[in-house]
Each structure stands twice: as C-alpha cells, then as structure tokens.
Nanobody
C-alpha cells in the first residue's frame, strides 16, 4: 500500500513562503494523481491543489497565482510551493494519492477521490 509523508511545514510571517514536500516512503507517486488538502481548526478540510499523473494541475481559487504544485518523479516527491502566505492559509496540510484511472490526464482536489493520505504537516502564518 502507498505510504505518504509530508514535510516542510512551520511558522512563517504573512507574505512569506514555504515549500511542502510529499514523499512516498512506499510505492511510486507517478502512478497517482496527488492532491494537497488543508484543514484549519474548526473548519472542514478543503482541497488546495492537485497534479495529475502526467502533470496537469488544478488549484483552488483561493490559492491560484500564489501556490504551485509540481512533481519530481526522479525523487518520488510532489511539492507545494506556497508564496505570499496569508493567515487564511493556516492549517494542517495533507497530501493524498488518487489511484483512479481518471487521474492520468487531469485531477481535482476532491477528498473522496483520494484513498491514500499522509500524516499532515502544520503550517502557521503569524506576524
């Protein structure tokens, strides 16, 4: 079974940047679409971005233009570059893998599509 490990979270000031990593400790990520999700305290989990198996991407409107998702198949890792961070971006960030056949060319950051999840990494944005 695929196992995912997120890293790169931490404390950053508003306007700052972080890069999150999602690495497969078991399995190969290029067989999946990979999504990033976040959950703030007291709020529902929301989709942030996703990348299809062949590289197509999709973003939530709230992060478009500020966040970039990418994958490095040689490193078996997916990244989420987060720039111009806002307090609204705070939360626990999770990466997840979608094994569905539709993940080949396109993706959506919709939680029920994903059945492999990492443990999460905390992102705090505070001045």
């Amino acid at each position: 079974q695929l196992q995912l490990v997120e890293s790169g979270g931490g404390l950053v000031q508003p306007g700052g940047s972080l890069r999150l990593s999602c690495a497969a400790s078991r399995g190969t990520l290029n067989s999946y679409a990979i999504g990033w999700f976040r959950q703030a305290p007291g709020k529902e989990r929301e989709g942030v971005a996703c990348i299809a198996r062949t590289g197509g991407t999709n973003y939530a409107a709230s992060v478009k233009g500020r966040f970039t998702i990418s994958r490095d198949n040689a490193k078996n890792t997916v990244y989420l570059q987060m720039n111009s961070l806002k307090s609204e971006d705070q939360g626990v960030y999770y990466c997840a893998a979608d094994p569905g056949v539709r993940s080949l060319l396109r993706c959506r950051a919709y939680g029920p599509d994903y059945n492999y999840w990492g443990q999460g990494t905390q992102v705090t944005v505070s001045s």
